[in-house]
């Protein structure tokens, strides 16, 4: 028997499963006991499905002792945010409009891992209709467990809180402006947005920019869920019908003489805290440490392209909800309305602009990292080290917080935060690297060669 088998990588449980050393049952009731002792403090899940996911363990457990080959996440548990649909399980978005919804089918992403032998444990905690979080959402905010005083930040914020707390192995979250890679860098993960429709969108609505997306402990955890939930779907018009790349086979790299680049200017031009910048300068030490070459470069757009997305965002939301926001007014929270009515302003020529930004950004960025010979581009994900201070009034309008990660949803780059430090509240702080179309196997190597030179991912909150 494996002690303590919830604080293993999602990597780890798996293999051990495989060998017989862990048993599915063992792992699945680690994370339940883990779950019942945090999550009344945390509020990072939702909804907990105890009694399906012992059934799926013990199912795991029998196919082992059979002799049958197991999936590559077979007897591992996710949370997945309470945006996603997953068959049977609670779909409200936290909101009392679909209080007592549930789905009869799973997102196509949600079947991939679960078709890998997946378990989903959970649903995740969330912002109602991805907005600012208020107490009076139908399930109220979760606490970061690095600082059980303050906040969880991103609307994928459950997701980044119950994989840092070990309630789950992994976790399934959407991204439409950082809401991903914002929880991964505040909890000392692994979060990647991948290129726009590599994972059909199937299931959170059709956003031209919001991607459904892993959560890690390490960056081979976040790869191997990504090649689970990586797959066409002819029902979606913007999924990828190319070859399904092979991440976790390929994952170890000689990144030596890989070329980074570093906005300065641009990151000179953000107001970023100190801790966030003395952990971004450590985290490209390390990429020197590794034998990258770190070059200075120049960078346009990124405000336009920032104000484009969230431009989108907005119509898109109104779009979804222009008829059920008139009858049902005074169900919506008071902060979703705000968001809601943002778009029911902007006009049709507001969204084609937009666009043209988007296109024009996605062109500008790619010939960039060509015209460079780059692998990617290193940032920090946010210039805040806290939730509170990203939450500010002024800067949450304006998108502050997601300056350096929402110019790359509207693009379609993909994009990974990768622990970089604490900030003075003892909250983690991140770095981020994006790189070119399609080429998200690269960020994951870079990342895991990161990952293994650092000490990141053995860090675990004392609560």
Request: hydrophobic share 40%; charged share 20%; with cysteine.
């Amino acid at each position: 028997m494996v002690a303590n088998p919830h604080l293993l990588s999602l990597s780890e449980q798996a293999r051990l499963i495989r060998e017989g050393s862990l048993t599915a049952v063992e792992l699945v009731q680690s994370h339940i006991d883990q779950i019942s002792k945090l999550n009344p403090r945390l509020n990072s899940l939702i909804a907990v499905d105890s009694e399906g996911a012992l059934k799926e363990a013990a199912e795991v457990d029998t196919a082992r002792e059979r002799g049958e080959k197991l999936g590559p996440l077979a007897g591992v548990t996710l949370g997945v945010k309470d945006a996603v649909p997953v068959k049977g399980m609670a779909w409200t978005i936290n909101s009392r409009l679909f209080e007592d919804r549930a789905p009869d089918d799973d997102a196509p992403s949600i079947a991939r891992l679960k078709e890998a032998g997946a378990i989903v444990i959970g649903k995740a905690n969330l912002n109602e209709f991805f907005s600012k979080p208020t107490e009076a959402d139908l399930n109220p905010p979760p606490w970061n467990p690095w600082n059980p005083e303050r906040m969880s930040v991103g609307s994928s914020s459950g997701s980044g809180a119950a994989l840092a707390a070990r309630m789950s192995s992994g976790t399934i979250g959407v991204d439409g402006g950082g809401s991903v890679r914002l929880p991964a860098g505040a909890h000392n993960l692994y979060g990647i947005k991948p290129t726009h429709g590599l994972v059909s969108r199937i299931g959170v609505g059709r956003s031209e920019h919001s991607e459904i997306c892993p959560l890690g402990i390490t960056a081979l955890d976040t790869a191997m869920m990504l090649e689970a939930m990586v797959g066409h779907e002819p029902a979606d018009d913007l999924s990828w019908p190319g070859e399904i790349p092979a991440y976790t086979a390929n994952i170890e790299a000689d990144v030596a003489s890989w070329r980074i680049g570093v906005p300065r200017a641009f990151i000179d031009s953000t107001p970023n805290e100190p801790e966030v910048m003395e952990g971004f300068e450590k985290f490209l030490n390390k990429l020197k440490e590794l034998g990258c070459e770190i070059v200075d470069i120049e960078i346009q757009g990124m405000a336009e392209a920032r104000a484009a997305t969230f431009l989108t965002l907005f119509s898109n939301s109104y779009q979804r909800h222009q008829k059920t926001v008139k009858t049902d007014w005074d169900t919506y929270g008071d902060q979703s309305r705000v968001n809601l009515l943002q778009g029911a302003f902007l006009s049709s020529t507001d969204l084609i602009n937009a666009g043209d930004v988007g296109r024009a950004f996605k062109k500008y960025f790619s010939n960039l990292l060509k015209e460079h010979k780059l692998k990617g581009i290193a940032t920090p994900t946010s210039p805040f080290a806290t939730a509170e201070r990203s939450r500010r009034r002024g800067e949450h309008s304006r998108g502050v917080n997601a300056c350096y990660t929402a110019p790359f949803n509207i693009s379609g780059h993909p994009s990974i935060s990768v622990p970089a430090g604490f900030g003075e509240a003892g909250i983690p702080v991140g770095a981020m690297l994006t790189g070119e179309l399609h080429d998200d196997l690269s960020l994951l190597q870079l990342a895991h060669a990161y990952d293994q030179a650092t000490n990141w991912n053995t860090l675990t909150p004392e609560i």
